[in-house]
């Protein structure tokens, strides 16, 4: 009987901390911006309420955030946040080159009794990605000799 007691309040502890940790997200969708080598002392990590779906393009402007596209893809591909990288650096004519892009990472609600949901790559462009409150998105500056960081 001990041993079921110790158990269940180990469960509960265990619960009662996942619940705490979630309990602050339930209204918000959690972004994190990496600028990486375009800018290293940047990097923002701020709760955005949401109590209902968004569209991740969406949710970046609801965040005060300026996203540029491409000519040939639109706002389907991140090329530029709030002007970075530069014009001279990225001409965001058809795709960024596969060795400096804005990485789109998403990390679901974390649902208990499993809780082991991890940091992703976006399986959607970021005009089709749906966020549900409590979800986290991070897009992250990737470069030459520079290394992609899950928050």
Same mark, same amino acid.
């Given at each position: ?8 309040a180990i ?7 996942? *619940? ?7 209204? =918000? ?14 990097? #923002?990590?701020? =709760?955005?309420?949401?109590?209902? *779906?968004? #569209?991740?393009?969406?949710? +970046?402007?609801?965040?005060? +955030? ?25 001409? =965001?004519?058809?795709?960024? !080159? ?7 990472? #998403? ?5 208990? !009794? ?17 966020l549900y !409150?409590?979800?986290?998105?991070? +897009? ?7 290394? +992609?960081?899950? !928050?």
């Amino acid at each position: 009987m001990k041993k079921i007691l110790i158990s269940l309040a180990i469960f509960i502890i265990a619960f009662a901390g996942l *619940q705490g940790i979630n309990k602050s997200n339930n209204d =918000c969708i959690n972004l994190y911006i990496d600028y990486g080598q375009l800018d290293s002392d940047t990097k #923002i990590t701020k =709760c955005i309420d949401s109590s209902n *779906q968004i #569209i991740a393009l969406d949710f +970046l402007k609801k965040a005060d +955030l300026k996203i540029e596209g491409t000519k040939k893809y639109g706002l389907g591909v991140v090329c530029r946040i709030n002007g970075l990288p530069d014009e001279k650096a990225e001409s =965001c004519e058809i795709m960024p !080159p596969a060795e400096a892009y804005w990485a789109i990472i #998403i990390k679901e609600k974390q649902v208990i !009794p499993f809780p082991t949901k991890e940091w992703g790559w976006g399986q959607l462009a970021i005009d089709q990605q749906r966020l549900y !409150p409590g979800d986290s998105i991070g +897009l992250v500056w990737t470069g030459p000799k520079g290394e +992609l960081k899950f !928050p």
